[in-house]
């Protein structure tokens, strides 16, 4: 599926071009914004990489990663950065993922963003089942995935190497009737 497009009252999904570049560095490049991810502040050189390989994945075929900016509808400016990919040991299965930039936090912008990302998932894609890790100190994630209608299924013991330390995740999952079931009718 490409072009991905979808949007929210107040946010869209849409497919990342090398323009992004700088504003995607704003999130992968801050050590606030990257504290509870798998990975550390990335370089710009390495976003730019990031960047590239997205926008070109996103016409392959089958595709199997739908990298997407997060995109302020009314000013147009990228604030965020939302990932499904899915998962070849699982049928009709993803992990996904996001991310926004700090200054954005606290004004339901995550929700929103994993409402746009479950919706392509099992709307668009015809998924399964969906699936994130978070940081056990991440409650902002853990509350935002929860108010999603994620379940949190466990830990997955010494996920992650981090700052030369290993770190657990914490799982939290939806499957497609549970989404339906939320759905308006």
């Known amino acids: 599926m490409y072009p991905v497009s979808r949007h929210s009252q107040r946010l869209e ?5 090398l323009d992004d570049v700088a504003a ?12 509870h991810l798998s990975f550390e502040p990335r370089t710009l050189d390495q976003v730019t990489q990031i960047v590239a ?7 392959a075929e089958p595709r199997t990663e739908y990298a997407l900016a997060v995109v ?22 993803a992990t996904f993922g996001f991310a926004l930039r700090p200054d954005t936090w606290g004004k339901g912008y995550g929700l929103e963003t994993v409402h746009l990302l479950l919706g392509l998932a099992f709307e668009e894609l015809h998924l399964h089942r969906v699936w ?13 995935m929860t108010a999603a209608g994620m379940v949190e299924e466990g830990v997955i013991r010494s ?3 981090k700052a030369g330390q290993w770190r657990d995740s914490v799982v939290h999952a939806i499957v497609d009737d549970e ?6 009718t």
């Open 132 to 144: 994130g890790a978070r940081s056990p100190l991440n409650e902002a994630s853990a509350k935002t």
């Open 53 to 59: 390989r997205s926008a070109a994945s996103a016409t």
């Open 13 to 17: 999904l849409r497919e990342l071009v």
């Open 179 to 184: 989404w339906a079931a939320r759905q308006p």
């Open 72 to 93: 302020q509808r009314d000013t147009g400016d990228l604030i965020g950065f939302g990932r499904l990919a899915t998962d070849p040991h699982q049928q009709r299965g």
């Open 24 to 35: 995607v560095h704003e999130i992968y490049g801050s050590a606030t914004a990257t504290e």
């Open 159 to 161: 996920h992650v190497q």
